[in-house]
């Protein structure tokens, strides 16, 4: 159960990032950094991001699925409702298999909100650049991997039960895999959160006087909070395992594109390395264009 999800959120992103280098990556290396754009990648910025993000997540896929730390076994005991807080027992759901259904269905949806950037125009006044789509697609890519490895990490250091295991009714399945104490925190909800306020801020930061700034942004935090409703009222998760979800999220979906904006970075002009190196990640390839 808990890998059920993983493949497709992963797809739901690289389709996004594929959207956003429509044009090819070839395009990409013929153009020159523009200086007008409010999000721009940088070696600097990237480069450690990208290593951090790769020892995060390579170490708790090495931990979790080699070394097997931190595991916890089912000996078959009830678990007694009376154990649990009284915040989290007072939506202490038995397992629901439809509603864990629209739960996956909402969360691939809200990881696939940064679409909605393209009902944008970029700084010309015209549709997004191919330069400003790959930035946005990069760090949106970065974004999720980020999110996906925090929480993982939370799965790994915390050893918690579901709430359907309160129930006698629950899911066989996920005392098989193990997916039974790996309650905090809420990846759904974290992914969901993360594609919301990474959507809601570019959006917001690149477009100030779209008419479409409301909509958007309603409609990004509506499937999150949609997300973490559902993965509650399935039995998957308690109250709080969504909000640290929604807290990790955001913070990733916030952070990742702030440290891109041009106020943030120093000015080109401050090295020569900045004004002759871009990088980008896309699906399927990497690249590192020098300008001459």
Same mark, same amino acid.
């Given at each position: ?100 259904? $629209? %739960?996956?269905?909402?969360?691939? @949806?809200?990881? !696939?909100?940064? =679409?909605?950037?393209? *009902? #944008? ?14 930035? $946005? %697609?990069?760090?949106?890519?970065? @974004?999720?991997? !980020?999110?996906? =490895?925090?929480?993982? *990490? #939370? ?138």
């Amino acid at each position: 159960m808990r890998n059920k999800i993983y493949v497709p959120a992963v797809i739901a992103v690289l389709c996004v990032s594929s959207l956003f280098a429509n044009d090819g990556i070839s395009n990409l290396k013929n153009k020159q950094v523009n200086d007008q754009s409010i999000f721009q990648l940088s070696p600097a910025i990237d480069g450690p991001l990208l290593g951090g993000i790769a020892v995060l997540n390579g170490s708790v896929l090495y931990l979790d699925k080699i070394k097997e730390i931190n595991r916890m076994e089912f000996d078959g005991d009830d678990f007694c409702s009376s154990e649990v807080n009284g915040f989290d027992r007072m939506a202490l759901c038995p397992y629901s298999k439809g509603l864990d259904v $629209i %739960g996956d269905g909402l969360m691939i @949806t809200s990881c !696939l909100t940064p =679409g909605f950037l393209l *009902l #944008g125009t970029g700084n010309s006044g015209m549709s997004l650049s191919t330069s400003e789509k790959i930035t $946005i %697609g990069t760090m949106y890519t970065e @974004t999720m991997l !980020l999110a996906y =490895g925090l929480k993982e *990490l #939370g799965k790994l250091c915390v050893n918690r039960p579901r709430p359907y295991m309160y129930d006698s009714d629950y899911p066989t399945s996920a005392i098989d895999d193990g997916d039974w104490c790996k309650s905090f925190p809420s990846g759904h909800t974290t992914l969901a959160f993360a594609g919301a306020t990474f959507t809601s801020y570019v959006f917001f930061t690149m477009f100030p006087d779209s008419a479409m700034k409301v909509p958007v942004i309603t409609a990004s935090y509506s499937l999150a909070l949609a997300t973490a409703i559902f993965r509650v009222a399935s039995g998957n998760h308690f109250m709080t395992d969504a909000l640290a979800g929604a807290a990790i999220g955001t913070v990733c979906g916030f952070v990742v594109p702030y440290i891109h904006t041009r106020m943030f970075n120093f000015h080109k002009s401050d090295t020569k390395t900045a004004e002759k190196v871009s990088f980008a990640l896309i699906p399927w390839q990497m690249s590192v264009c020098l300008h001459f």
